[in-house]
């Protein structure tokens, strides 16, 4: 089992930027998917996006496309979320999650974070 570590969480105003950082700890990750997601109080846990470690392909969901990139670093077996144009419905507790394949299903997903607080105010 792979275990993932988050940072990079916090307080930003509506249009700024923040990067969060998923660490994996345990295993190389050639064969290896890991997707963010995020859930807001009172709502279900939605994808984000996620990118596929082997060849960094990545998607998105639409209501981020256009504002959130993610990249890998294979040497550190980190990932990270470039959030941009941050908007107050962004603010929710993002966890990463890794499994086999890339997908919007968290179901699919084996390892979780412990999540970080992202918070947009107006």
């Known amino acids: 089992q792979v275990q993932l570590v988050e940072s990079g969480g916090g307080l930003v105003q509506a249009g700024g930027s923040l990067r969060l950082s998923c660490a994996a700890l345990?295993?190389?990750?050639?064969?290896?998917?890991m997707g963010w997601f995020r859930q807001a109080p009172g709502l279900e846990r939605e994808f984000v996006g996620g990118?596929?470690?082997?060849?960094?392909?990545?998607k998105f969901a639409n209501s981020v496309k256009g504002r959130f990139t993610m990249s890998r670093v294979g040497a550190e077996n980190t990932a990270y979320l470039h959030m941009t144009s941050l908007r107050p419905e962004d603010t929710a507790v993002y966890y990463c999650?890794?499994?086999?394949?890339?997908?919007?299903?968290?179901?699919?997903?084996?390892?979780w974070g412990q999540g970080t607080q992202v918070t947009v105010s107006s």
């Open positions: 999650a890794g499994g086999t394949d890339l997908s919007s299903t968290p179901v699919q997903y084996r390892d």
């Open positions: 345990g295993r190389t990750l050639s064969a290896y998917a």
């Open positions: 990118i596929r470690w082997s060849n960094a392909y990545t």
